[in-house]
């Protein structure tokens, strides 16, 4: 049985990248531990080129792949604010448009 009941969630996929490893489980378990997110998994060394403050940056990092329901959305994007090390983290989320319909609703089963 479907847990949404006729109600048709929207669900997301964040991607936030960390400058380290650590960085990248402590946010992780952060957002699982308060069920803010379902599932984080870790994509390790990606370059990442981008203009800051005037100059063309090259550094490596890591990219975080975020799964979560729209409700959680606004909270998963405050606090990446409050908890990762730039001044402007990475946090842009797109709307899953298909997946199966039991992951889907896992999500919702495992947040708040």
């Keep these: 049985m ?9 669900y997301y996929i964040f991607l936030v990248t ?18 803010i997110v379902a599932c984080v998994n870790i994509i ?6 981008y203009r800051w403050k005037g100059r063309i940056e090259e ?11 729209e409700r959680n959305s606004k909270h998963l994007i405050e606090k990446i604010s409050e908890i990762h090390s ?3 983290p990475e946090c842009i989320g797109f709307k899953i448009e298909k ?10 089963q495992v947040v708040k």
Excluded: C, F, R
């Excluded at 479907?2 to 929207?10: E, F, P, T």
């Excluded at 390790?44 to 080129?49: F, K, L, T, V, Y």
């Excluded at 997946?99 to 919702?108: P, T, V």
């Design 2 to 10: 479907d847990i949404n009941q006729g109600i048709k969630m929207s």
């Design 18 to 35: 960390v400058p380290n490893l650590e960085e990248g489980k402590k946010i992780a378990k952060t957002l699982v531990e308060n069920k």
């Design 44 to 49: 390790q060394d990606i370059i990442s080129i």
């Design 59 to 69: 550094d490596g990092e890591h990219l975080l792949l975020i799964k979560t329901n």
């Design 86 to 88: 730039y001044d402007t």
């Design 99 to 108: 997946g199966s319909e039991k992951y889907l609703n896992w999500i919702n």
